[in-house]
């Protein structure tokens, strides 16, 4: 485990050491000549060099930053939709969401529910809850249980 950290802590470096380089290629041989050898946008240098200035000159300044959004989107359904998608899942345990989505089309408009959710946003559901089987069961051709 020590030597995974050990490995990204220098691979970090290794970003930061390469981006030193290339703005110490600009400060030496000036712009084009850096566009052209590394293949780099200008507005990508100076964002660099800004970073680099900002932090003091310090090549950890260069480390890339974190690419995950800071907020995610939630699926927000309604609880009356959720229980019914529980009750299906129990009443049949290999029932998939294809199958569960005309069920619930018939369901949400008989409650008086406006939106009823996909069939892919359905298997999303049922997976956010957990997978909602009891244990997996194999059907035979004639619609019974296989018996290991």
Known sequence: MAKAICFLVILKNVHSLWRLKILVHWEKYGLPSTIHAFEISRRT????????????RKPEALNPKK???????????????????????EKYPNLGAEKIYPLLLD???AGGI????SSSTIERLI???GGLRRSSQKI?????????
């Open 127 to 129: 997976v956010d809850m």
């Open 140 to 148: 035979s051709h004639f619609g019974k249980a296989k018996k290991w």
């Open 107 to 109: 369901f949400t408009d």
């Open 114 to 117: 406006e939106k009823c959710p």
């Open 45 to 56: 240098l100076f964002n660099w060099k800004a970073r680099f200035d900002k932090g003091d």
């Open 67 to 89: 690419r995950t959004p800071q907020r995610k989107r939630k699926r927000i359904w309604d609880t009356k939709i959720l229980e019914e998608i529980k009750r299906l899942r």
